[in-house]
Every structure is written in structure tokens, then in C-alpha cells.
């Protein structure tokens, strides 16, 4: 098989590296991809939302089968314009249509998903700029902290969550009325506070049947102790040590079986991986959000942990089949490590050279924001690269991926050195 990945960060370097594996692939292209990606498949030099561009690509290179990494060409409707295109509309695509991907795209369409199949949440309710006034009433009704979350995509910098009433409502105003997020805060949804342990629960579905991957745990601000700004992540970890048994039953039946139920209901065909950012509040598990790809660092935990040929499990969800499936999962922990460049998710300089790549022997390099010139491997995003290694526990795994970014570096770089602490 000839097999696309659309995207350019880690997500798409560690899909890269596994679908490299299977005997089934021909030939591997990632558009845009990056210096990790250049040396196992071939990049091309597109945007993810040039959809014209992507089918000269397929075209071009005979593609069997298209992967999306990241959400907005989703959202964008890339799905959709392979099904309308005579030429393209044999090709699968592995991720959801428009319609399914407004889980992602409208936090205020995922909460009356959630609430219209009974599935556990936050209470929320949603203002516009019209409703202003009753959504600083509606702050004053809740305890603090308060969760203000822009509707629309805000590459994960949208969420902001406030002990003060004071700056809620004015950043509520700012959200609504000064575009502090651009189009993404037309809407705002306000919810109540959630207090526990965040993790992720991923489901490959093909619409009727599904498979539950991996539970894992990012962390997602720059300081240690989980201070500071909110990033894309720092880090991940799987397991998560909780999240088996009686919990794991719970998610599975009030959430992930609602779920896909649920988009099969509502006639929202959907074909490829939901990410459930879940939280556990003393036993109970409740949905933050839906996102319609798999997150980034938890794709570099997840996929390593993953045993079957994955183009098999591709071609199973294209096929509508995935029922079928054993799904084989490594017993071990992997752990990932995000090394990010100086004074990112704030401004950041790019171009600087990484050294010491080569000399990681016990962990596998996932590049994210990295690109080539020539034989050197420079510096090319915020987050640059992560560092994945297993273990028979998340703490073994750790002391791995510790030890073995220790040997990368690169000017400004910058990793947390306390992850898991939480566990």
C-alpha cells in the first residue's frame, strides 16, 4: 500500500514510525512532516488544509489510504472533499467528516452531544457577545475556580480557568467582545470546576465497531509541579496506574459506548480515532472534552504500546471490520519526555542546531518541531522533539527518557524533570 499522514509534529513522526513497520506498506509520504519523518518516508511540501494540493499529491503517488493527524483539516472538511471528488472518493480517509468533527471544532456542540446521550460532564452553560450580562450573572451562581473555554479551535490555548470573579467576568468580556481568541470565542462556554486526576482514553472506531487503545496522562503546563502556562504537552505517560478495572468498566459503559452509539444516532459517520479527555472525580469519570484525532505527546506513549501491524488496523477501520481485530497491547509502560525550545509557549527563536540525536541508544526520538538542512537536524517549532522510552513501570520508564534526552541538546532547550509526580 501507498500510505499519506498529513501533519508535521510528533503525532505524525510516531504514526510514521509504526506504519514503517507493517510489510504491507509500499510507499510512505508525510505532507508536510519533518526531519524525523524525512528519514523514513518521503515529505512533501504542503499545508495540511491546501486540498488541492493533497490531491495532486494522491494522485500523483498512487495513495491508497490517507491518515489525518492533526484536527483543523477535519474540521475543514478534508473527509468530505475526498467523498465529493470522482477521483479521490475510493481513497479511505482515516479520520471523521466535517459534521462528526465539530466535536472538536464546538465545545458548545460536544456538551449538547454529551448531554443529549447522557454522557457524564461539567454543567455548562454557553454566551455570545449578545449575552454578556447573563453570563457574568451565570459566573456569580458558580464557586470558583471558574472554566471559561472558547467555543471554536484555539490550538489548545482557549481554556481559561480563573480563581477570581472579578477577572472572570472581564476576561469573559474580553473573550466575547475584544476576539481575545479570534473567531474561536464568538462563543464561550462556561462550566463548573471538576477537581481531580486528568487523563486521555483513545477509541479507534469505524463506526460500528470500536477498539479502546491505551489510557494515558499528558502534562500540559511548562513549570514543574504543573505551574505556569499551558503548553501542546511536556510529557506523557501509559498507563495510567488508576485506570484499570472497576473505573476503566465505568468509562467504557457511560462513556465510550454512548459515544460511538451516539454519532451512529445522530447520523454522524465517523471513521478513524476520539480522543476523550476524561477526569476522575473520586472514582467517577467525567468528560472534559472530545477531540476527533489523537493527542500529542499521548500518540507517542500510545502507538509504541500498540503490538498489531498497523496498517492491518487502518485497513480494518476502511473496511468496516474492525470488530474483527484482536488488538494486542504491550504490557510495559512507555513514558515520553517533550524537550521544547527556550521561552516557548511564549515567543521563541527557531534555527538552533540539535546535537547528540545519534547518541540515544535505550529510547526512541520522536521529532516534532524539527526540520533538515543538510546533514544537520535544526530546530523548527516550540516543542522540538520527544523522548520515548518503556519500562515495567511508568517510574522505569522515566529514568530511561530521562536519562537518554540528557544526551540531546540545543540552544535554550528545555524539558520538565518532574513528570509522573502526580502518580
Same mark, same amino acid.
Given at each position: 500500500?501507498?500510505?499519506?499522514?498529513?501533519?508535521?509534529?510528533?503525532?505524525?513522526?510516531?504514526?510514521?514510525w509504526?506504519?514503517? @513497520? /507493517?510489510?504491507?506498506?509500499?510507499? +510512505?509520504?508525510?505532507?508536510?512532516?519533518?526531519?524525523? %519523518?524525512a =528519514?523514513?518516508?518521503?515529505n !512533501?511540501?504542503?499545508?495540511?488544509?491546501?486540498?488541492?494540493?493533497?490531491?495532486?499529491?494522491?494522485?500523483?503517488?498512487?495513495?491508497?489510504?490517507?491518515?489525518?493527524?492533526?484536527?483543523?483539516?477535519?474540521?475543514?472538511?478534508?473527509?468530505?472533499f475526498?467523498?465529493?471528488?470522482?477521483?479521490?472518493k475510493?481513497?479511505?480517509?482515516?479520520g471523521?467528516?466535517?459534521?462528526?468533527?465539530?466535536?472538536e471544532?464546538?465545545?458548545?456542540?460536544?456538551?449538547?452531544?454529551?448531554?443529549?446521550?447522557?454522557?457524564?460532564?461539567?454543567?455548562? @452553560? /454557553?454566551?455570545?457577545?449578545?449575552? +454578556?450580562?447573563?453570563?457574568?450573572?451565570?459566573?456569580e %451562581?458558580? =464557586?470558583?475556580p471558574?472554566? !471559561?473555554?472558547?467555543?471554536?479551535l484555539?490550538?489548545?490555548?482557549?481554556?481559561?480557568?480563573l480563581?477570581?470573579?472579578?477577572?472572570?467576568?472581564?476576561e469573559?468580556?474580553?473573550?466575547l467582545?475584544?476576539a481575545?481568541?479570534?473567531?474561536?470565542?464568538?462563543?464561550?462556554?462556561?462550566?463548573?470546576?471538576?477537581s481531580?486526576?486528568?487523563?486521555?482514553?483513545?477509541?479507534?472506531?469505524?463506526?460500528?465497531g470500536?477498539?479502546?487503545?491505551p489510557?494515558?496522562?499528558?502534562?500540559?503546563?511548562?513549570?514543574?509541579?504543573?505551574?505556569?502556562?499551558?503548553?501542546g504537552g511536556?510529557?506523557a505517560?501509559?498507563?495510567?496506574?488508576?485506570a484499570?478495572?472497576?473505573?476503566?468498566?465505568?468509562?467504557?459503559?457511560?462513556?465510550v459506548?454512548?459515544?460511538?452509539?451516539?454519532?451512529?444516532?445522530?447520523?454522524?459517520?465517523?471513521c478513524?480515532?476520539?480522543?476523550?479527555?476524561l477526569?476522575?472525580v473520586d472514582?467517577?469519570?467525567?468528560?472534559?472534552?472530545?477531540?476527533?484525532r489523537?493527542?500529542?505527546p499521548?500518540?507517542?506513549?500510545?502507538?509504541?504500546?500498540?503490538?498489531?501491524?498497523?496498517?492491518?488496523?487502518?485497513q480494518?477501520?476502511?473496511?468496516?471490520?474492525l470488530?474483527?481485530?484482536?488488538?494486542?497491547?504491550?504490557?510495559?509502560?512507555?513514558?515520553?519526555?517533550?524537550?521544547?525550545?527556550?521561552?516557548?509557549?511564549?515567543?521563541?527563536?527557531?534555527?538552533?542546531?540539535?546535537?547528540?540525536?545519534q547518541?540515544?541508544?535505550?529510547a526512541?526520538?520522536?521529532?516534532?518541531?524539527?526540520?533538515?538542512?543538510?546533514?544537520?537536524?535544526?530546530?523548527?517549532?516550540?516543542?522540538?522533539?520527544?523522548?520515548?522510552?518503556?519500562g515495567?513501570d511508568?517510574k522505569?520508564?522515566?529514568?530511561?527518557?530521562?536519562?537518554?534526552?540528557?544526551?540531546?541538546?540545543f540552544?535554550?532547550?528545555?524539558?520538565?524533570?518532574?513528570?509522573g509526580?502526580?502518580?
Open positions: 500500500m501507498n500510505i499519506l499522514i498529513l501533519g508535521s509534529g510528533g503525532r505524525e513522526h510516531t504514526l510514521a509504526k506504519i514503517a @513497520q /507493517s510489510p504491507k506498506l509500499n510507499s +510512505l509520504f508525510v505532507a508536510p512532516g519533518n526531519a524525523g %519523518t =528519514a523514513i518516508a518521503t !512533501l511540501p504542503m499545508g495540511v488544509n491546501d486540498f488541492v494540493a493533497i490531491k495532486s499529491a494522491v494522485v500523483e503517488n498512487q495513495i491508497d489510504l490517507v491518515l489525518v493527524g492533526p484536527e483543523d483539516p477535519l474540521v475543514n472538511g478534508v473527509h468530505d475526498f467523498l465529493g471528488d470522482d477521483e479521490l475510493h481513497i479511505p480517509v482515516i471523521p467528516q466535517k459534521a462528526a468533527a465539530t466535536l471544532g464546538s465545545k458548545d456542540f460536544s456538551k449538547r452531544f454529551m448531554a443529549r446521550h447522557s454522557i457524564p460532564t461539567a454543567a455548562y @452553560q /454557553s454566551f455570545t457577545a449578545e449575552t +454578556l450580562e447573563a453570563g457574568k450573572q451565570f459566573l %451562581t458558580l =464557586a470558583p471558574y472554566v !471559561l473555554k472558547a467555543d471554536g484555539a490550538a489548545g490555548k482557549g481554556v481559561l480557568i480563581d477570581d470573579l472579578s477577572t472572570a467576568k472581564a469573559l468580556e474580553a473573550m467582545t475584544q481575545k481568541f479570534g473567531a474561536a470565542s464568538q462563543t464561550v462556554v462556561i462550566e463548573e470546576f471538576l481531580g486526576v486528568e487523563l486521555s482514553c483513545f477509541v479507534l472506531t469505524d463506526g460500528e470500536y477498539k479502546v487503545l489510557t494515558a496522562k499528558d502534562y500540559k503546563r511548562i513549570g514543574e509541579g504543573d505551574t505556569g502556562l499551558n503548553t511536556m510529557g505517560i501509559s498507563p495510567v496506574p488508576f484499570q478495572g472497576e473505573f476503566m468498566d465505568k468509562v467504557v459503559e457511560r462513556i459506548k454512548p459515544t460511538v452509539n451516539g454519532l451512529k444516532s445522530d447520523n454522524l459517520p465517523y478513524g480515532f476520539i480522543f476523550i479527555g477526569i476522575n472514582g467517577e469519570p467525567k468528560v472534559i472534552e472530545y477531540n476527533v489523537m493527542g500529542d499521548e500518540t507517542e506513549v500510545v502507538i509504541p504500546r500498540i503490538q498489531n501491524d498497523f496498517v492491518d488496523l487502518l480494518a477501520v476502511a473496511e468496516k471490520r470488530a474483527d481485530i484482536d488488538l494486542q497491547i504491550d504490557p510495559r509502560a512507555a513514558t515520553t519526555v517533550m524537550a521544547v525550545s527556550g521561552g516557548y509557549p511564549e515567543a521563541y527563536e527557531k534555527g538552533k542546531e540539535i546535537k547528540g540525536i547518541e540515544v541508544e535505550d526512541i526520538v520522536f521529532h516534532a518541531g524539527t526540520m533538515s538542512e543538510g546533514d544537520k537536524v535544526l530546530t523548527n517549532g516550540g516543542r522540538v522533539l520527544a523522548v520515548t522510552a518503556y515495567n511508568f522505569s520508564a522515566l529514568i530511561k527518557s530521562y536519562t537518554e534526552i540528557s544526551k540531546i541538546g540552544e535554550g532547550m528545555y524539558y520538565r524533570k518532574d513528570l509526580f502526580d502518580l
